[in-house]
């Protein structure tokens, strides 16, 4: 089992930034592939970023590429996304997931554990 709890998020004007945290506990992170989604109103659940157990390899999102940068820390079993040119489309609820899949995937159905989600929204 894995405790998976996201903050940093909240209220940012378009063009600024957001670092969203993602803390585990239980079981070794570094065991685990991490990604993160969000969900806006009325949409789908989206991947955003995806990175591999030791950090080496990252996926993004179409919506993301360019803007947003995910990372961890294994020694403090913790995943970041830094989020930059924020974008009123970019207003959502993040959530930060995680699975024991050996590789990386950004398919939603592949992601065990998940955190409660915390919102990001971006005024205009």
């Known amino acids: 089992q894995v405790q998976l709890v996201e903050s940093g998020g909240g209220l940012v004007q378009a063009g600024g930034s957001l670092r969203l945290s993602c803390a585990a506990s239980g079981r070794t992170f570094s065991m685990y592939v991490a990604g993160w989604f969000r969900q806006a109103p009325g949409k789908e659940r989206e991947h955003v970023a995806a990175i591999s157990r030791a950090g080496g390899i990252t996926f993004y999102g179409d919506s993301a590429k360019g803007r947003f940068t995910i990372s961890r820390d294994n020694a403090k079993n913790t995943v970041y996304l830094q989020m930059n040119s924020l974008k009123p489309e970019d207003t959502a609820v993040y959530y930060c997931?995680?699975?024991?899949?050996?590789?990386?995937?950004?398919?939603?159905?592949?992601?065990?554990?998940w955190g409660q989600g915390t919102q990001v929204t971006v005024s205009s």
């Open positions: 997931a995680a699975t024991p899949r050996a590789s990386v995937t950004t398919e939603l159905k592949e992601y065990t554990y």
